[in-house]
Nanobody, 121 residues
Framework: QVQLVESGGGLVQPGGSLRLSCAAS????????MGWYRQAPGKQRELVAT???????NYADSVKGRFTISRDNAKNLVYLQMNSLKPEDTAVYYC???????????????WGQGTQVTVSS
């Protein structure tokens, strides 16, 4: 089994910053993609940013230039540094990991429990 534990959410004023962390643990052979998604009330879950094991990154247009995704492959950690936060960034943020548990396992997606980010004055 694989567990994802997120931390770092909270309440912040517009223009402020937050850093989210997600730690993956359990049966892990190789992690291919780590990413962050978010879901605002009444909206569908959307991609925020992803990063591959090779270091490639991908961002939603709405966060480019403000958010930075990074990962620590040795510790199975992924971070999301969020700067210049806006009220429209308010959502529950979910960590997502695409990995193999063993050499012979198929790739599988895992999700964290979500962490609330609220941007408000």
């Amino acid at each position: 089994q694989v567990q994802l534990v997120e931390s770092g959410g909270g309440l912040v004023q517009p223009g402020g910053s937050l850093r989210l962390s997600c730690a993956a643990s359990g049966s892990i052979f190789h992690i291919y993609v780590m990413g962050w998604y978010r879901q605002a009330p009444g909206k569908q879950r959307e991609l925020v940013a992803t990063t591959t094991s090779g270091g490639s990154t991908n961002y939603a247009d709405s966060v480019k230039g403000r958010f930075t995704i990074s990962r620590d492959n040795a510790k199975n950690l992924v971070y999301l540094q969020m700067n210049s936060l806006k009220p429209e960034d308010t959502a529950v943020y979910y960590c997502n990991v695409d990995l193999q548990s063993t050499l012979w396992s198929p790739r599988k997606d895992y999700w964290g429990q979500g962490t609330q980010v609220t941007v408000s004055s």
